[in-house]
């Protein structure tokens, strides 16, 4: 089974700046099933980014994903007060199905 | 739009077997993965399993002797049943779908139902 491991795990931002979420692998992951979501308190999960690049639809260009093997990144150009909420990254390794990074906390003040 | 909504118990008993039901409107079952998910409290998103239209499935090895997902295409229904639970399989279940187009990713998701395991 994959282990994804996320950092750091609580980002504090102020509007405009920039965040940069890590998503590390035990292993290599095809580049067609790294995901980023975004679920802010409440709600259920939302796609965000897919196949490690692509944005989802109605996702704003702020938002940008890039990696390969095992590091990949969730780049968040100008944070935006709605964008606090836990992002997970996710990956899909065939047989053993898919497994969930643990999260890092944004926090906009 | 495809929208999933979940149902079943919010209260099932140490040792019983949770059951829940997603129905899905806006489109068809086919071509795609529907899968099942769960979050503890205050914890992180796990996968429980799926099952493809053709009826193929897939579950977490963690789970996977408890697991049984099933589809009902004529309701456009797909169902979890998770045997000889305990107080740890108290969490929020999530259906959502995985559409089979080369990427996997989960693009559209239920509310979510808490289930809470206790006597």
């Known amino acids: 089974e994959i282990v994804l491991t996320q950092s750091p795990g609580t980002l504090s931002l102020s509007p405009g700046e920039r965040a940069t979420l890590s998503c590390r692998a035990s292993q290599s992951v095809s580049s067609n099933y790294l995901v980023w979501y975004q679920q802010k308190p409440g709600q259920a999960p939302r796609v965000l980014i897919y196949g490690v690049s692509r944005r989802a639809t109605g996702i704003p260009d702020r938002f940008s994903g890039s990696g390969s093997g095992t590091d990949f990144t969730l780049t968040i150009s100008r944070v935006e007060p709605e964008d606090s909420a836990v992002y997970y990254c996710h990956q899909h390794d065939g047989s053993s199905g898919f497994t969930f990074g643990p999260g890092t906390k944004v926090d906009i003040k | 739009q495809v929208q999933l909504q979940e149902s079943g118990p919010g209260l099932v008993k140490p040792s019983e077997t949770l059951s829940l039901t997603c129905t899905v409107s806006?489109?068809?079952?086919?071509?795609?993965?529907w899968n099942w998910i769960r979050q503890p409290a205050g914890k992180g998103l796990e996968w429980v399993g799926h099952i493809h239209n053709s009826g193929s499935t897939n579950s977490n090895p963690s789970l996977k002797s408890r697991v049984t997902v099933s589809v009902d295409t004529s309701k456009s229904q797909f169902s979890l049943n998770l045997r000889s639970v305990t107080a740890a399989d108290t969490a929020i279940y999530y259906c959502?779908?995985?559409?089979?187009?080369?990427?996997?990713?989960?693009?559209?998701w239920g509310q979510g139902t808490l289930v809470t395991v206790s006597s």
């Open positions: 806006g489109g068809s079952l086919s071509n795609s993965h």
């Open positions: 959502a779908r995985d559409p089979v187009d080369g990427y996997s990713h989960f693009d559209y």
